[in-house]
Nanobody
Framework: VQLVESGGGLVQAGGSLRLSCALS??????MAWYRQAPGKQREWVAQ???????FYPDSAKGRFTVSFDNAKNTVYLQMNSLKPEDTGVYYC???????WGQGTQVTVSS
């Protein structure tokens, strides 16, 4: 039972990244993405539930898109128009199981 994130990296402000979260041994129900910047609390950035309902905080609306590929059992987070304040370690999490991935670093340079 695990979640494995990938796709992080260094990008300039205004650029894009797509994060992936591969589910292993976990049935898709509700998946969420969070991020944590140095010295700050973990922050929720996107959620997708069965039925493909998606939710975002104001900070991500219009820039981030979460999706699920059933064939690949993978959740994606497409991030566009990235800002330096989007920098942090991004985690995916599965609910209600409460399983978290190991995180992937995203750094946005100004």
């Amino acid at each position: 039972v695990q979640l494995v994130e990938s796709g992080g990296g260094l990008v300039q402000a205004g650029g894009s990244l797509r994060l992936s979260c591969a589910l292993s041994g976990i049935a898709f129900n509700t998946m969420a993405w969070y991020r944590q910047a140095p010295g700050k609390q973990r922050e929720w950035v996107a959620q997708i539930s069965s039925g493909a309902n998606t939710f975002y905080p104001d900070s991500a609306k219009g820039r981030f898109t979460v999706s699920f590929d059933n064939a690949k059992n993978t959740v994606y987070l497409q991030m566009n128009s990235l800002k330096p304040e989007d920098t942090g370690v991004y985690y995916c999490a599965a609910f209600p199981s409460g399983v978290w991935g190991q995180g992937t670093q995203v750094t946005v340079s100004s």
